[in-house]
Structures are given as C-alpha cells and as structure tokens.
C-alpha cells in the first residue's frame, strides 16, 4: 500500500485536525471524507489523520487506505480540551518524519482550525525546512463558543492571532470570515482565499416505505411533512433558547424534531428557562448517523430551524438548503451569505420566530417550492462537492 503514497511526481497533501475518515458526523470530517471521495486529479496525494483512543491505538498497524488517501492513526495522549492541542501537534510532526523519510519535495500541510498558535511557530520552521508550506482553515470565530470557560477564549483568540501570522495561506470557507481574517489582524498583512465547504443536492436513496424509514418515523411518532427539523450541535449559540421558547410560543400544529446530542446540563437548563419538555410538539430524538436515513429525514420535514451564531459556511445550513423546501434562518452575516433570498430569517426579537412559523404554516405550496428552488440554485451554483473539490486541486497544484 505504502509505495503508491510516496510517488514523487505527485503533490502531497498532508490534512491535520479532522477526527478522520470515514466520518460518522463533523464539519471538517465530512469536508476531508468528501475531498478524498471527490478527488479528480491523480496528480495529488492526500495523507490525512485519525485520533484514536490510546487503548485502540496499535503502531505496527496504524496506517491505512481509505478513498484513495494516506491515513495514519496518532494515538489520544489527554483527555478534555488540551486533547486537540496534542493531537493536532502530534500529527504534524508524523507528517514531517514521513516527508522526511519519504524526501517528499514541496508538501503542504494543511491545518484545519486554529487551536494550536503559541506552537506553530517553531512547526512552520520545520516545515519550510523541509520545503513544504503551511496552510490554516481558520474555521469560524471559536472564541465566542460559550461552552468554553474564559481563560479557554483567551487561549483561542491568542491561538487565532498566532495561526494567522504564521500562516503561508489562510483558507476561509466564509467571505465573512475572510473579511474579518483580512480587517482583525491586517497588521500581519494575512494572504487569504475564499473556497467554501461543498453540500451534495442528491436525493436519498431510501424510498419512505423502506423498513428502515418507517420504523424511525414510527418510534418516535413523526409524520412526514408534519414537522419542523433543526439538525445541530447542542450548545448554546446555536440558540437553542431562543428556538424553544418561541416554538412553545406558537400555535403550529406541527412537531419539532430535533436530531442532536442532548445528553448535557444545558438540557436541564433549558427545561428550566423554557418548559419546552411540558409541550408534546417538541421531540428530542438523539442523532442519526446513517446518512442516508438523514436525507430522508430531511426531505420529509415541513422546513428547517437554523439557529448557528457562529462561524462561516455551515454544513448543516447547506445540506438543510439542499434537500428541505423551506428554511427558516437566524438572520446573521453567515448565513445571509449562504442562502441570500433562498430562505426566510428570524432574530432574537420576542415573538418574532413564533409569527415566522404560523405565517409559514399558511405558505401555499407553490410559494414554498419557489423558494427551495431558490436555495437549491444557490447549492448548485456555489456549493456542490464538484465545485469545491475543484477549487480546492486547483490551489494545490498551482
């Protein structure tokens, strides 16, 4: 297997900061897990990382082929928030042995997140020793996540600041996040580009009377379109609250389903603040990592609750606009940016999102479809996989 990833005619692509592929849920796992599956050119090499649980973690037996890529396992070493740090750090340096040992001419290594600044100093000497080049997906504004303690924002934007100026080039997936790259550190005079993250408009290939379609639909009471979806991470600014409240607030005879990881204290918060758990409407449902069940799911739904605050180009929002008619959107520069006039938005204002939703119950069918095929041209135009696959081996190769 080894000596098909050492050609030296080839560009190599070294991918720090996934979780790996194949990807069961995440952003950037499914951007990696795409860009390999994509992949056109034979002219580039793409080597990608995987943490692994120390206990599952085996050296003689740690490196692996999957979608035509290098992948190589970089076992846990801590647990809790320094455990990126560690892993991210880890990983770069097993790309700088085997581009070594393989005398690999001209790799980049590309570095998803900026969680490791006050190191990448000392990493992109190495790097530029052998060679190579160092490129950073700043990914969004990880700083602002409230569900990281004060001490732990500081450390992010400090890490950002570092990232940016070390960088040889900055991949944003947002034009929002490139301005902001481009305005908060111009002192550093950042070289920046704008390729977004890609979404697939392709229907499901499980039909609704499938076994397994009904049985999920069945276990939890949901009738297809009957129900509003929000598919996210749960945390807080994802508005969570806000969605709840007003939900509780409205008089839509649909349910909600909400497909996410609730197992945390901010459900019991929210219980609290909301009493979201007294109204029959609003079902937690946990996730769902078949993807193709996903699609049905969301093909199924009446329309979608965005409710993402922070960071760029969303991969929920664009799957959400690819495959769901109508979509309802927390009105922030991000997602304005994605969905332009393919999608209706909502704030904080109170009753707001609870008048969105009856209003929308009354859209005539004709109205709805207008506007997913709005939302859908968008996807096609800009966001396919193709598209972005081939931005991205177009950068790799100039």
Request: aromatic share 14%; net charge neutral.
């Amino acid at each position: 297997m080894e000596e098909s990833f050492k050609d030296m005619s080839k560009k190599h692509v070294f991918i720090v900061g996934c979780k790996g592929i194949p990807t069961r849920y995440g952003g950037f796992e499914t951007f990696v897990d795409k860009l390999t599956e994509y992949r056109r050119s034979d002219e580039i090499q793409y080597h990608v990382a995987r943490i692994v649980n120390d206990s599952d973690f085996n050296e003689d037996n740690r490196e692996y082929e999957y979608n035509g890529a290098h992948c190589f396992d970089i076992r846990q070493r801590v647990s809790g928030p320094g455990k990126a740090i560690f892993y991210d750090i880890d990983a770069i340096r097993f790309s700088l042995e085997y581009i070594k040992k393989y005398n690999i001419k001209d790799p980049i290594i590309y570095v998803l997140a900026c969680r490791i600044g006050p190191f990448i100093g000392r990493l992109k000497r190495e790097i530029h020793k052998l060679g190579g080049r160092l490129y950073v997906n700043p990914d969004g504004h990880e700083w602002k996540r409230a569900k990281w303690s004060a001490p732990i924002r500081r450390y992010w934007k400090s890490s950002e600041k570092l990232m940016v100026k070390n960088a040889d080039l900055l991949i944003c997936d947002s034009q929002g996040i490139e301005a902001y790259i481009q305005q908060e550190y111009k002192k550093y005079a950042p070289k920046t580009t704008f390729i977004a993250y890609g979404a697939e408009t392709s229907a499901s290939l499980l039909q609704d009377d499938e076994p397994k379609v009904k049985e999920w639909f069945e276990k939890f009471d949901i009738k297809a379109k009957n129900y509003w979806l929000i598919v996210a991470r749960f945390v807080p600014e994802n508005n969570f609250e806000t969605i709840l409240r007003e939900f509780v607030k409205s008089k839509t005879p649909k349910d909600l389903v909400v497909i996410t990881d609730y197992n945390s204290s901010f459900y019991e918060e929210l219980k609290k603040k909301t009493g979201f758990h007294k109204d029959a409407r609003i079902k937690f449902v946990g996730t769902v990592y078949d993807q193709q069940l996903l699609k049905k799911i969301r093909e199924n739904a009446y329309g979608y609750l965005h409710g993402h605050s922070v960071g760029g180009t969303n991969p929920s929002l664009l799957e959400a606009l690819g495959r769901t008619d109508l979509n309802l959107l927390y009105d922030v520069s991000f997602n304005r940016e994605v969905a332009e006039w393919g999608a209706k938005y909502w704030t904080h204002e109170y009753g707001l999102l609870a008048r969105t939703l009856e209003l929308a119950d009354v859209m005539t069918e004709e109205e709805i479809i207008a506007l997913g095929d709005k939302a859908k041209e968008r996807i096609d135009k800009y966001y396919r996989w193709e598209y972005i696959r081939d931005k991205y081996e177009e950068l790799f190769l100039k």
